[in-house]
């Protein structure tokens, strides 16, 4: 029996400007979805994504974190990828999203179109410009354990994800992730700031929800095409209502638990069509180690894009039986 093909989309913190520069360049199918959700994107916003995240000037070490750019651009590059692969033949059997990333996975399923995906995305970006206060995210190697038994850190922030044994997200003020960082310095904890300027999965972000939820009343949403896995329940959703795509960014991550109900099911293929391979690296930490061969990444800063695809071209389709 096959395995199945298991899509993975990731969320904010996962963005850096040149993302996908090489599929952009030179897969026509990606290129083209980029630009025809450009457009969409610019009459909505007046911005161009693609002007501003290839911009020739900026490097990959430079912060883009604004969230009326990394929100869409987030989406457009995952809904791009899994659009290119499926014009190579490669379509997924399932769907996990986890935070953002729940939004690119309800377009490749079908339970909304990509525009009006694209449409939410931009409109929660807006909101949340619009009417919270900024916010930081930070990243924590270490057990997981490590935040309860320090007042520092559950006094002053909150649990946004545990992603595996020594690996943790928290969300808090600026100035309180700020005097955390210090604390985690003398203790010698290693810690990484993420990439975003909202405090996701945390209170910081609630004066948005009942003007984002009356937004939502205007799409129309359907029953998923393909079995959909959801990191905001830790598993499979059948039946998606309004308040999912307000609690996909609200409620605590819980990918692990997603992983692990798709590895229940059937010992599957995860393809990582996020922009940084997040999802593939946290999924090579809760599967086995002789798991890895059947865990792929596609985009990353190093711009290895197109060999990364044609390798996972090659295996999936040159199995016996893989539909074409």
Same mark, same amino acid.
């Given at each position: 029996?096959n395995?199945?093909?298991v899509?993975?989309?990731s969320g904010?913190?996962?963005q850096?400007?040149?993302?996908?520069?090489e599929l952009f360049?030179?897969?026509?199918?990606?290129?083209q979805?980029?630009l025809?959700?450009d457009?969409?994107?610019a009459r909505?916003t007046?911005?161009?994504?693609?002007?501003?995240?290839?911009?020739?000037?900026?490097?990959?070490?430079?912060p883009?974190?604004?969230?009326l750019?990394?929100?869409?651009?987030i989406?457009?590059? +995952?809904? /791009? !990828?899994?659009y290119?692969m #499926?014009?190579?033949? %490669?379509?997924?059997?399932f769907?996990?999203?986890a $935070?953002?990333?729940e939004?690119?996975s309800?377009?490749?399923?079908g339970?909304?179109s990509a +525009?009006? /995906? !694209?449409?939410c995305?931009? #409109?929660?970006?807006? %909101?949340i410009?619009?009417t919270?206060?900024?916010? $930081?995210?930070?990243?924590?190697?270490?057990?997981?354990?490590?935040?309860?038994e320090?007042?520092m850190?559950y006094?002053?922030?909150?649990l946004?994800?545990?992603?595996?044994?020594?690996?943790f997200?928290?969300?808090?003020?600026?100035?309180?992730?700020?005097?955390?960082?210090?604390?985690?310095r003398e203790?010698?904890i290693?810690?990484q700031?993420l990439p975003v300027?909202?405090?996701?999965?945390?209170?910081?972000i609630?004066?948005?929800?009942?003007?984002?939820?009356?937004?939502l009343?205007?799409?129309s949403?359907?029953?998923?095409?393909m079995?959909?896995i959801?990191?905001m329940?830790?598993?499979?959703?059948?039946?998606v209502q309004?308040?999912?795509f307000?609690?996909?960014?609200r409620?605590?991550i819980?990918f692990?638990?997603a992983?692990q109900?798709?590895?229940?099911r059937q010992q599957g293929?995860?393809?990582?069509a996020?922009?940084?391979?997040?999802l593939?690296?946290f999924?090579?930490?809760?599967?086995p180690?002789?798991?890895?061969?059947?865990?792929?990444?596609?985009?990353?800063?190093?711009?290895k894009?197109?060999?990364?695809?044609q390798q996972?071209?090659?295996i999936?389709?040159?199995?016996?039986?893989?539909r074409?």
């Open positions: 029996m395995q199945p093909i899509f993975m989309f904010q913190g996962s850096y400007y040149q993302m996908g520069k360049n030179h897969n026509p199918a990606f290129r979805k980029m025809d959700m457009d969409f994107a909505g007046g911005l161009s994504v693609i002007k501003e995240v290839y911009h020739s000037a900026k490097r990959l070490s430079d883009l974190d604004r969230i750019l990394t929100h869409p651009a989406f457009m590059a +995952e809904y /791009a !990828l899994a290119a #499926e014009k190579k033949g %490669i379509r997924p059997d769907v996990i999203g $935070s953002l990333g939004y690119a309800a377009a490749v399923s339970v909304l +525009e009006d /995906a !694209l449409d995305v931009l #409109e929660q970006a807006k %909101i410009e619009e919270c206060r900024k916010g $930081s995210m930070l990243a924590i190697l270490g057990d997981p354990r490590l935040y309860q320090y007042p850190l006094e002053q922030s909150e946004a994800s545990v992603n595996y044994h020594s690996h997200v928290i969300s808090g003020e600026q100035e309180k992730v700020r005097e955390m960082m210090e604390f985690l203790k010698q290693p810690h700031l300027s909202y405090g996701f999965h945390s209170a910081l609630d004066p948005a929800e009942q003007q984002f939820k009356r937004f009343d205007t799409k949403m359907q029953p998923p095409s079995p959909y959801s990191s329940s830790g598993g499979i959703v059948t039946d309004k308040d999912f307000w609690d996909a960014v409620k605590p819980r692990r638990e992983l109900y798709a590895e229940s293929v995860y393809i990582d996020g922009p940084s391979g997040t593939a690296a999924a090579k930490q809760l599967l180690a002789d798991s890895a061969e059947r865990i792929c990444t596609i985009m990353t800063p190093f711009h894009e197109l060999s990364h695809l996972i071209e090659d999936i389709l040159s199995s016996p039986g893989r074409q």
